[in-house]
């Protein structure tokens, strides 16, 4: 397919600053078939939860709530910055020059929106500002928990094991601000280093870098996972864990190179592992030779990986392993075998209310289509993709199917589909600039 062009890829540049860290897919295993994606997808305010009827209502109104108070700790935030780049006498455009000299690209209008709150940028970029002005991201983390302190109830219990499992299940639903709140709680307190067994706090860890890494907080996600690298007496499935972490989220930046480092360190230590731990490590191994279109080294991953999720009983994540491993053999000629696993993964998925894996199924059999030529079935996939993903609430896949939409009407020269793609895109763009 062609190349994004026009207004859609410099508004979306723009509306994200270019930073070459916020270049990506809606979904973290999605990527078109030249790999040439390149649209920022921003989530303004709290993930959506993806609950039904009474219960979205209610994640509904607490959103709305979160969202508001999350504005003020962002406008908080945003004085501060400003605050320390005027004790140093820097104007906004030498704050621009140092942030690219640190490789980084900003304009001065996002700067400016960040100082005054109103930026909807990840708060990796708002870090990215923080270093420039020689504040170490630690403190920066501190004072974002802090600022985030009033906007979610944090639990008056300091069980680890509770709070891990309450973690659960709100990053479950989606809500990823409050698995945080109650992860952080446990880690509150000068003594929670003494409190807390080395591997349970390892944990806990574990589990903020995994949200800040779903709210593409990618730099707060590497400083979590590293934490237990540093802990002492923490045990050898812990580690792995988290070396595995740093692996997934530089693949998912696009630092290949780093990524390959990490893979190394984990790829002989994952057969000792408990079956859990052995299942995702070889499916993020998978992962990472998927993006660099490796196929035949990312089917083997996918093989092992589905074959111990299916000891677990894990369905969902068989699911997510079907959908790549169908991609998979598609990619190496196998193209009924790939078409009959993507469809069974998907009515897996579905079957489970496993909304993202439904959609990331619908993208890949709408790739599938478009390699065979077949433009009206390609089409049908990626508007159920959007339809679920509307449904849903899946902010950044739904922005993705439109994309592809688009893509779709360019390729096969559909000026219609592609007039309405692109001016849906557009104002959702704009929402993203606000």
């Known amino acids: 397919m062609s190349r994004p062009a026009g207004g859609i890829s410099r508004r979306a540049h723009r509306g994200a600053g270019g930073l070459r860290s916020l270049i990506g897919s809606g979904s973290p295993f999605f990527k078109n078939e030249n790999n040439r994606l390149g649209l920022p997808v921003v989530v303004r305010g709290p993930v959506p939860y993806t609950g039904v009827g009474t219960r979205e209502k209610r994640a509904r ?4 709530l979160l969202g508001e108070l999350e504005g003020r700790a962002r406008r908080r935030l945003g004085t501060y910055l400003r605050r320390l780049r005027q004790a140093s006498g820097w104007t906004l455009e030498d704050l621009v020059r140092i942030v690219e000299r640190q490789g980084g690209r900003l304009s001065v209008s996002t700067l400016h929106r960040i100082e005054c709150g109103k930026s909807a940028l990840p708060l990796e970029t708002i870090s990215l500002v923080a270093r420039s002005l020689g504040v170490a991201l630690s403190e920066i983390d501190e004072r974002l928990q802090a600022l985030r302190g009033t906007a979610v109830n944090r639990p008056a219990v300091r069980d680890a094991e509770g709070a891990l499992a309450t973690a659960r299940r709100l990053a479950g639903e989606g809500r990823f601000w409050d698995a945080l709140a109650c992860l ?10 003494a409190r807390l067994d080395p591997d349970v706090e390892a944990r806990v860890h574990l589990a903020r870098s995994y949200c800040h890494r779903k709210l593409r907080h990618y730099e707060l996600s590497l400083a979590a996972a590293g934490r237990v690298l540093r802990r002492e007496g923490v045990s050898e499935e812990p580690v792995v864990q988290a070396l595995l972490l740093h692996l997934e989220v530089h693949a998912m930046r696009g630092d290949f190179l780093r990524a390959r480092v990490y893979a190394e360190h984990c790829r ?4 000792g592992l408990g079956t859990s731990a052995r299942a995702y490590g070889w499916l993020t191994l998978g992962i990472l030779e ?3 279109e490796r196929w035949g080294e990312a089917l083997a991953c996918f093989d092992r990986a589905q074959d ?5 009983g894990a369905a969902l994540e068989m699911a997510r392993a079907e959908v790549l491993r169908a991609e998979c053999l598609h990619r190496t000629g196998r193209r009924h075998a790939g078409l009959r696993l993507v469809e069974q993964g998907r009515q897996r998925a579905e079957a489970l209310r496993g909304w993202e894996v439904v959609v990331l ?3 890949y059999q709408g790739d599938m289509a478009v390699r065979d030529g077949a433009r009206a079935r ?9 339809d679920v993903a509307r449904r849903a609430g ?5 922005f993705v199917a439109w994309y592809r939409l688009w893509e779709l009407g360019r390729a096969f020269a559909d000026s219609s589909l592609e007039r309405r793609a692109r001016r849906v895109l557009l104002r959702m763009l704009r929402r993203v600039e606000r």
Not at 268 to 271: A, L, M, P, Y
Not at 308 to 312: K, P, Q
Not at 394 to 398: M, Q
């Open 308 to 312: 111990l999720y299916r000891e677990l």
């Open 61 to 64: 109104g607490e959103e709305a």
């Open 394 to 398: 899946l902010t950044n896949d739904l």
């Open 268 to 271: 002989g230590r994952i057969e």
């Open 184 to 193: 952080d709680a446990v880690l509150e307190g000068d003594d929670a280093p």
């Open 290 to 292: 998927f993006k660099q």
């Open 378 to 386: 390609a089409e049908a996939c990626f508007r159920a993709a959007r």
């Open 361 to 363: 199924a619908r993208f």
